[in-house]
């Protein structure tokens, strides 16, 4: 083999054992050397070095660990620098527009959620908005001068590739360049990622939340409409350009009740939250205020509650049964609307998943709650800002000034 070709595929194995580093840090938090080297396979001098390099960096620190009353000196502790690369979240919703600033290793330095009137709004005011809400917090250290990404979750479909919206019914939008004209009006001195809201939520609950350790996840997270991702594997599956997932508009019920993508009988026009108020005897675009009372409602054993509740419980548990059977997943997590009412549902779920999912699949199956709550899409579109950086710690390891400059 020829010198150059040697010195390359060393290079290639040096940058993927930064990678599965940063990686383990990043999702399981401070470890010792030796954890490392049991995590990652690699040795105890390769684990040495390349620590070395991330701490030149200021990336990683290293500090010495508590004993453990056993004989030899204790393994030091590597711990990310949480300002030492910072991503800026943002989120639209239907009813709320957020912004956050992540540090490495999934640490909150400052998060603002405002909740906005339910309507259709412009893209103009929607990205008037958001720039506005994220001024502040990228004016503070450390996001000023450590800024390496921006990821915004959405609640449409998303082309990953330039964060094109063709759609997103309960914004009341079509075709929307929104990665370019945030990019844009953020001025933005990052690469900035956009997904659908259902499919960064998943990556978050895996990272962080009630699927962490878990490779084969289906999130389904509901509100006004309904969506889903999946991580299949320990990857996310999203579909050819990033459209996959709209589970909200499989069709399953022929005479259903029309939905805002055009369709009719769409599954989230049956246990979409505009579904749950309606049968409750509540406004249908009430929000979240009236759902809350809806579920006040069946706690006082309101009939009508109860059977509003009854009717998403038995449809959600229709849907999930046939994603069930095509996905075969290890853990379904109820994100938003689902997550709030699985208490009342519970049986009523389990019971159409034993009645219509296939025995072999069922059997594997768990479904839980969402642990990180509204914030999930917020947190999951920070993980896809730091993706880059976890794919590739390498390029982040040349001086900043370099960087910026080549920015």
Same mark, same amino acid.
């Given at each position: 083999?020829?010198?150059?070709?040697?010195?390359?595929?060393?290079?290639?194995?040096?940058?993927?054992?930064?990678?599965?580093?940063?990686?383990?840090?990043?999702?399981?938090?401070?470890?010792?050397?030796?954890?490392?080297?049991?995590?990652?396979?690699?040795?105890?001098?390769?684990?040495?070095?390349?620590?070395?390099?991330?701490?030149?960096?200021?990336?990683?620190?290293?500090?010495?660990?508590?004993?453990?009353?056993?004989?030899?000196?204790?393994?030091?502790?590597?711990?990310?620098?949480?300002?030492?690369?910072?991503?800026?979240?943002?989120?639209?919703?239907?009813?709320?527009?957020?912004?956050?600033?992540?540090?490495? +290793?999934?640490?909150?330095?400052?998060?603002?959620?405002?909740?906005?009137? $339910?309507?259709?709004?412009?893209?103009?005011?929607?990205?008037?908005?958001?720039?506005?809400?994220?001024?502040?917090?990228?004016?503070?250290?450390?996001?000023?001068?450590?800024?390496?990404?921006?990821?915004?979750?959405?609640?449409?479909?998303?082309? $990953?590739?330039?964060?094109?919206?063709?759609?997103?019914?309960?914004?009341?939008?079509?075709?929307?360049?929104? +990665?370019?004209?945030?990019? $844009?009006?953020?001025?933005?001195?990052?690469?900035?990622?956009?997904?659908?809201?259902?499919?960064?939520?998943?990556?978050?609950?895996?990272? $962080?939340?009630?699927?962490?350790?878990?490779?084969?996840?289906?999130?389904?997270?509901?509100?006004?409409?309904?969506?889903?991702?999946?991580?299949?594997?320990?990857?996310?599956?999203?579909?050819?350009?990033?459209?996959?997932?709209?589970?909200?508009?499989?069709?399953?019920?022929?005479?259903?009740?029309?939905?805002?993508?055009?369709?009719? +009988?769409?599954?989230?026009?049956?246990?979409?939250?505009?579904?749950?108020?309606?049968?409750?005897?509540?406004?249908?675009?009430?929000?979240?205020?009236?759902?809350?009372?809806?579920?006040?409602?069946?706690?006082?054993?309101?009939?009508?509650?109860?059977?509003?509740?009854?009717?998403?419980?038995?449809?959600?548990?229709?849907?999930?049964?046939?994603?069930?059977?095509?996905?075969?997943?290890?853990?379904?997590?109820?994100?938003?609307?689902?997550?709030?009412?699985?208490?009342?549902?519970?049986?009523?779920?389990?019971?159409?998943?034993?009645?219509?999912?296939?025995?072999?699949?069922?059997?594997?199956?768990?479904?839980?709650?969402?642990?990180?709550?509204?914030?999930?899409?917020?947190?999951?579109?920070?993980?896809?800002?730091?993706?880059?950086?976890?794919?590739?710690?390498?390029?982040?390891?040349?001086?900043?000034?370099?960087?910026?400059?080549?920015?």
């Amino acid at each position: 083999m020829r010198p150059h070709a040697i010195g390359q595929r060393s290079e290639t194995v040096r940058r993927a054992n930064l990678s599965a580093i940063v990686r383990e840090l990043h999702t399981r938090g401070p470890l010792s050397r030796s954890e490392l080297v049991a995590s990652t396979g690699l040795t105890r001098s390769a684990i040495r070095g390349l620590i070395g390099e991330l701490v030149a960096a200021d990336l990683v620190s290293e500090e010495r660990a508590a004993p453990l009353g056993t004989p030899g000196r204790p393994s030091p502790l590597v711990r990310l620098n949480s300002e030492g690369a910072v991503v800026l979240a943002l989120e639209i919703a239907v009813d709320s527009l957020a912004a956050a600033a992540v540090g490495l +290793g999934g640490e909150v330095l400052d998060l603002v959620r405002v909740d906005r009137p $339910r309507g259709h709004f412009s893209v103009d005011e929607i990205v008037a908005d958001l720039v506005e809400l994220a001024a502040p917090i990228r004016a503070r250290p450390p996001t000023r001068g450590a800024l390496i990404g921006i990821g915004v979750a959405v609640v449409g479909v998303v082309r $990953r590739s330039d964060g094109f919206v063709p759609m997103a019914p309960n914004l009341g939008w079509r075709d929307v360049p929104l +990665g370019e004209r945030l990019a $844009r009006a953020l001025d933005a001195p990052a690469p900035i990622s956009v997904a659908n809201e259902a499919d960064v939520g998943a990556l978050a609950e895996v990272r $962080r939340g009630a699927a962490m350790g878990v490779d084969d996840v289906l999130f389904i997270s509901g509100e006004v409409g309904v969506g889903g991702g999946l991580i299949v594997d320990g990857k996310p599956l999203t579909g050819v350009a990033g459209y996959g997932g709209e589970v909200g508009h499989i069709p399953v019920n022929p005479n259903g009740a029309p939905c805002r993508c055009g369709s009719t +009988g769409c599954w989230e026009t049956e246990v979409g939250e505009g579904a749950l108020l309606l049968r409750a005897g509540h406004p249908p675009g009430g929000g979240s205020a009236e759902v809350e009372a809806v579920l006040r409602e069946a706690e006082a054993g309101s009939p009508a509650a109860l059977g509003a509740l009854e009717h998403v419980g038995r449809w959600l548990g229709f849907g999930l049964a046939g994603l069930v059977n095509v996905f075969n997943p290890r853990l379904v997590v109820l994100g938003g609307l689902f997550g709030r009412i699985h208490p009342f549902v519970t049986k009523t779920l389990e019971d159409e998943l034993g009645r219509l999912a296939l025995p072999a699949s069922r059997k594997l199956v768990r479904v839980v709650p969402a642990t990180l709550g509204v914030d999930a899409p917020l947190l999951g579109a920070a993980e896809l800002a730091f993706e880059p950086l976890l794919a590739d710690p390498a390029i982040w390891l040349r001086p900043r000034d370099v960087l910026a400059a080549s920015a």
